[in-house]
């Protein structure tokens, strides 16, 4: 466990760039226990970004017994780098005492580029959408030993998300299921977690939203994205990412806006007739599951960690939860599931 200190990200700079950093200024972070400043350098590049992480290896998901050969934000970093995938650069590793130093990428994520040019929505999202299939175009094939692999959206995290979901977004609303329905959700998560993890694997950034992508250039004409917070990345279905961004709980969408930009993603994946069909099945059926868990996260958030700002997107997420299992009303158990959440989803 490592503890803030700013001398030592001082020293880190010194020793990096030759000189003290002129300013050290906090910046916003998210709902992890990371902390973010943004570092004025006294020589080019002008700034940087500074993320600071307490315990490395810590997290208060399931996790698999598995030690990576070296932070895996640094590894993915280099990673997708290598494969063209535009990411902030490394200045500088101080992972010794749970710093790195990394290129500013500014402030303009997509969630705030959209609040400024609304008009550019549709633009925007086909990029991303495009980026994303080339980038797992491109990351199709990954190094035996890469820290992704030794990661996957496999039965037991996904049934730990479900039963996450059930201990903060309804337990802890005092929604709990009556013992039958506590049984039939339970059996319904098992098959839900054992679809999902059965879907082919591939690489998954596993928070492809609109605060996780920067807008490096914008134009009425042209979009340049740049990933961050990627270091979760694992294995998982192809369809994840889309959800994440597509049903994204801080943004809104109408189906038709969804549909076409899963028709950009098959068209940039070139995928065929029947492949299009599966592609928009599994994307309702990942939503289920992912909103599910986001809606159960942001009650945890606010309970444990004591942030009451995401409780504001717990009824939006939950209503595209209802607006995917709408869609799989032919599935018994998408069906079954439908009637067991009425007390959470009305």
Do not use: C
Not at 110 to 122: N, S, V
Not at 254 to 263: G, K, N, P, S, T
């Amino acid at each position: 466990m490592f503890t803030l200190d700013l001398d030592d990200l001082r020293a880190l700079v010194t020793d990096t760039t030759g000189k003290p950093p002129v300013r050290i200024d906090a910046m916003p972070g998210g709902a992890s226990t990371r902390k973010f400043f943004r570092v004025q350098l006294a020589s080019a590049p002008g700034s940087a970004v500074a993320m600071f992480v307490p315990d490395l290896d810590k997290s208060d998901e399931i996790v698999k017994d598995t030690k990576p050969r070296r932070w895996p934000y640094l590894e993915v970093q280099e990673l997708l780098s290598e494969r063209g995938i535009r990411v902030p650069s490394l200045i500088a590793d101080g992972t010794a005492k749970g710093w790195t130093l990394v290129e500013d990428l500014g402030d303009d994520t997509m969630a705030e580029h959209l609040l400024a040019h609304p008009h550019r929505k549709p633009l925007v999202y086909e990029t991303a959408v495009r980026d994303l299939a080339r980038a797992q175009l491109r990351l199709a094939d990954l190094p035996d030993d890469s820290v992704v692999r030794t990661r996957a959206f496999d039965f037991d995290l996904l049934r730990w998300e479900l039963d996450h979901f059930r201990e903060w977004g309804m337990d802890a609303l005092d929604r709990p299921l009556p013992a039958a329905d506590r049984a039939e959700f339970d059996a319904i998560s098992d098959r839900l977690a054992r679809r999902i993890s059965s879907l082919p694997r591939g690489f998954v950034h596993r928070d492809y939203q609109s605060r996780n992508l920067m807008v490096i250039h914008g134009t009425d004409a042209r979009i340049d994205l740049a990933w961050v917070d990627f270091q979760d990345s694992l294995m998982g279905p192809s369809v994840y990412d889309l959800v994440a961004l597509l049903n994204d709980s801080y943004q809104s969408f109408d189906r038709a806006f969804v549909e076409q930009r899963l028709a950009d993603y098959a068209e940039e994946k070139g995928l065929g007739g029947e492949e299009r069909s599966l592609l928009v099945r599994h994307f309702d059926l990942v939503t289920v599951q992912r909103k599910l868990k986001d809606a159960g996260r942001f009650v945890f958030i606010d309970r444990v960690k004591k942030d009451s700002s995401y409780l504001q997107f717990v009824e939006p997420t939950l209503h595209k939860v209802r607006v995917s299992l709408d869609r799989l009303i032919d599935d018994p158990d998408m069906a079954r599931l439908r009637r067991i959440l009425q007390s959470v989803l009305s």
